[in-house]
């Protein structure tokens, strides 16, 4: 369920601060935002005024002692945007300059108009082409603050060497930058980059959230992101419908209590299948993080020369045969309720016969890693299997080329389409890893906002498995425990960052984080940052 939007404009707010939120394609923003703005009875140009307004107002409470201020506007309405930010800041007292690289005779509508308005403010403004203003960056602009309104959401395609050269000029000086709408150069719907973009401090979005914003490259240009729905956000989340949501640390999947009857069986047993030799990490990760977020028993199948160093050091660990007829007999196989596959499990021939078992069991089953690959070959040798059980699969960009049968760049160009095929190809749930994490059945897609680059190490993806496990013992809907994981996975990362930084951090030093989490989840129906 969203929350409910704003009847009127507000000052600026961190997106983080009013999740859960629809997230929007660029043309269902721009195709319907004049549509929209009719509906509430306001003009197209009082829109532009309300946007550079909340730039200017983002401006002022972020950095209040700016002195020197440059905006930087190219054509169509994003300039415009930059135009009214221009004047408001002048009015203020900021020494303001303008860089333009598009002649007055060059513009038209609104853009036109706002442009009028700054002229007779008396604001200096430079018109010239990219190559020109770029130099004037290096050279001459001394100010701390620049306001990127170059290019809109409708950009697309490539930079030209002319506006890489102005970009590259931008991300190269020490003043603080804030993008409007998007930073110039990222492609609003994909959040990719071709071959440039603005590396913004902050990044101000309008009416609505932009899809591309919150995955993949995005990341490493949008910097902190701001919301101004200006006063639009309710009625355009009423009038346009979308598939694409953003997960916050508000109103997710809620843990039941544990119940003062509670034993051993209940919410039950994980069996995890992987660890072959030379690989006992992976398995170990995974087991112990769904013994930490609330899996009441573990049994592990790892090959038989890595059970000693599986096993040390976690007496609560559960020995299971690792060979598919002895495990099919077994106790542990019988009481297991949810399968986690492939974390270590190599490719060999041990492997191939373990998941070929498990693949067709109709239990709940996590697949990750070497999984992954069994699990393709499978679906490429005529199909796979209808266990009649859930199905979720973890794969970072590599694997997820590897299922659909492309390249890893063919998967960053478009993280949705990518998440929602493999889920629909494989009948399952996909949690698409990297920045941004994608989670999709196949006709949704949730859009995970939390996580941080010291996670890129050996074993979060383990880790996250286990933690999928629990979620999937103790959530009855599928979806909603993917959901969950993702979340309390990567927030216990941030947590842990926030206190010691992102450099050194271990997929085990999550373990304390997490047992955290989930039970301040448990008491308040929601974990704190």
């Excluded at 704003?6 to 929007?24: E, G, M, N, T, V």
């Excluded at 009875?41 to 401006?59: N, P, Q, T």
Aim: overall charge neutral; hydrophobic content about 45%.
């Amino acid at each position: 369920m969203m929350p409910p939007a704003r009847s009127k404009a507000k000052l600026p707010i961190k997106l983080a601060d009013c999740l859960p939120l629809p997230a929007y394609r660029a043309g269902q923003v721009k195709d319907n935002e004049a549509k929209v703005a009719a509906s509430q009875g306001i003009e197209m140009y009082a829109l532009m005024e309300s946007a550079g307004g909340a730039v200017f107002s983002l401006v002022q409470s972020l950095w209040p002692q700016a002195a020197k201020v440059l905006v930087l506007c190219g054509k169509g309405n994003n300039g415009g945007d930059g135009f009214i930010c221009a004047r408001l800041l002048s009015h203020s007292g900021i020494d303001v300059l303008v860089l333009s690289t598009v002649a007055k005779n060059e513009l038209k509508g609104d853009a036109l108009t706002a442009y009028l308005q700054l002229e007779q403010s008396g604001v200096e403004v430079l018109q010239a082409g990219e190559l020109a203003l770029a130099d004037y960056i290096k050279q001459d602009f001394s100010g701390e603050i620049i306001v990127d309104s170059l290019f809109g959401i409708g950009f697309h395609g490539q930079l030209s060497q002319d506006s890489e050269a102005l970009v590259r000029a931008v991300n190269r000086h020490r003043a603080k930058v804030i993008s409007v709408d998007l930073p110039s150069g990222l492609n609003a719907d994909s959040g990719t980059v071709n071959p440039e973009a603005v590396k913004a401090d902050v990044t101000l979005t309008f009416i609505a959230a932009k899809q591309g914003l919150l995955t993949g490259q995005a990341a490493d240009y949008v910097g902190c992101l701001y919301l101004a729905d200006l006063g639009l956000g309710q009625i355009f989340q009423q009038q346009i419908g979308s598939d694409h949501f953003i997960q916050g640390r508000q109103q997710l999947p809620v843990l039941e209590p544990v119940s003062a009857i509670r034993h051993k069986s209940s919410p039950g047993l994980v069996l995890a299948i992987g660890g072959n030799q030379m690989m006992p990490g992976a398995i170990r990760l995974a087991g112990e993080a769904a013994l930490r977020c609330g899996a009441s028993m573990l049994a592990v199948a790892c090959h038989q020369e890595n059970r000693n160093r599986v096993f040390n050091g976690l007496p609560e660990m559960m020995l299971a045969p690792d060979r598919a007829d002895e495990l099919a007999r077994s106790a542990v196989f019988n009481k297991a309720k949810v399968m986690i596959l492939g974390p270590g499990l190599g490719r060999d021939h041990w492997a191939r016969h373990l998941f070929d078992f498990a693949i067709t069991q109709p239990l709940a089953c996590v697949i990750d890693a070497d999984g992954l690959y069994l699990l393709r070959q499978t679906w490429q040798q005529g199909g796979l299997p209808d266990a009649g059980a859930t199905r979720v699969l973890t794969p970072h960009s590599a694997e997820a080329a590897c299922l659909l049968g492309c390249k890893v760049s063919e998967i960053n160009r478009d993280r949705f389409a990518a998440v929602k095929a493999i889920a629909r190809q494989y009948q399952g749930i996909c949690l698409l890893k990297g920045p941004g994490t994608l989670i999709s059945d196949g006709k949704t897609v949730w859009i995970n906002t939390c996580g941080n680059p010291g996670m890129a190490t050996g074993g979060m993806g383990d880790v996250l498995s286990g933690i999928i496990a629990a979620m999937l013992l103790q959530l009855n809907e599928p979806l909603a425990a993917v959901r969950l994981a993702a979340y309390l996975h990567g927030q216990a990362g941030d947590n842990i960052v926030a206190k010691q930084g992102q450099r050194g951090l271990l997929a085990s030093d999550l373990f304390p984080e997490l047992l955290h989490l989930v039970n301040h989840y448990q008491v308040d129906g929601g974990a704190e940052g």
